[in-house]
């Protein structure tokens, strides 16, 4: 048995500077990832492909799931037969803006990667990636980085590893597509200058008034999130509609935490730090 983390994605900023004529957007983003999120295993005297854990109703077959296409691109790429079965353990809500199915197929990449002996850096593995969608790269490597194009041009950047994060669901799926088209068209310029924590406390996400429109509760997170003691800033990732708020302790985010639960004991809630 093989097994290997997915960690969840953050955008800790998310600036959309213009719409490209191939349908995508342009994009520059401050990706950072955090130590919870879903699991895959493959064990060898298995078949097919399993979903298990506390989210996995929520994904319909293989339409919904990327694992089966990445190791079906992985084993496309490298002329290696899939072999064994794997199961993906659904531990973060679907279509929340955390990258859970980017992470689940990276994940699925490394893990056949450690399994038939290739080297994380071997550009086929990258190129994998990149098919499978403009997150995946960046989950490949799950580490802090600067993103550009549609996401998948990397540039590592220092991390704040053990800050201490609250992410926050209300339980509201919202698909990409929309809150993408949603969006004004307003180039609001680049990602600022400066560390990890000053391009998030003085940069933004483009796509939280269009997620807001779709789904208004997001606003009803980032208040309680904005009116927490220690938080240095709160913003929703990606596409919505998990928001996150980066604390200076973890004595003020277990406080936070408490009190999501307490006046919304249905929203998803989760006490991680980052990698």
Not at 129 to 138: F, I, K, M, N, T
Request: net charge negative; proline share 6%.
């Amino acid at each position: 048995m093989f097994t290997e983390p997915a960690p969840a994605k953050l955008n800790l900023a998310l600036h959309v500077r213009q719409r490209r004529e191939d349908g995508y957007h342009s994009l520059e983003t401050l990706f950072a990832f955090v130590a919870d999120g879903d699991t895959v295993a493959l064990d060898d005297t298995a078949s097919g492909c399993a979903i298990a854990g506390p989210f996995a109703g929520a994904l319909d077959g293989d339409g919904d799931n990327l694992v089966p296409r990445a190791a079906a691109r992985f084993a496309e790429t490298f002329g290696i037969p899939h072999g064994g079965g794997i199961t993906l353990t659904k531990c973060l809500p679907v279509a929340s803006g955390l990258g859970g199915g980017s992470a689940d197929a990276a994940a699925t990449l490394r893990l056949l990667a450690r399994r038939h002996g290739i080297a994380l850096d071997d550009p086929r593995l990258f190129d994998c990636a990149d098919r499978l969608g403009s997150d995946v790269p960046a989950c490949l490597y799950s580490r802090t980085a600067l993103g550009s194009g549609r996401g998948e041009s990397l540039t590592p950047i220092a991390g704040a590893a053990g800050t201490p994060v609250l992410l926050v669901n209300p339980r509201v799926a919202v698909a990409t597509a929309p809150v993408f088209a949603g969006w004004d068209g307003q180039d609001r310029g680049p990602l600022p200058d400066g560390d990890l924590l000053t391009i998030a406390r003085d940069g933004r996400n483009d796509l939280e008034a269009p997620a807001k429109a779709i789904a208004p509760v997001i606003g009803d997170v980032l208040d309680l999130l904005n009116s927490r003691s220690g938080v240095m800033v709160a913003r929703m990732s990606g596409s919505g509609a998990t928001c996150f708020a980066l604390f200076a302790d973890a004595h003020d985010r277990a406080a936070a935490a408490a009190a999501v639960r307490r006046s919304h004991p249905n929203w998803w809630c989760l006490e991680t730090v980052l990698l």
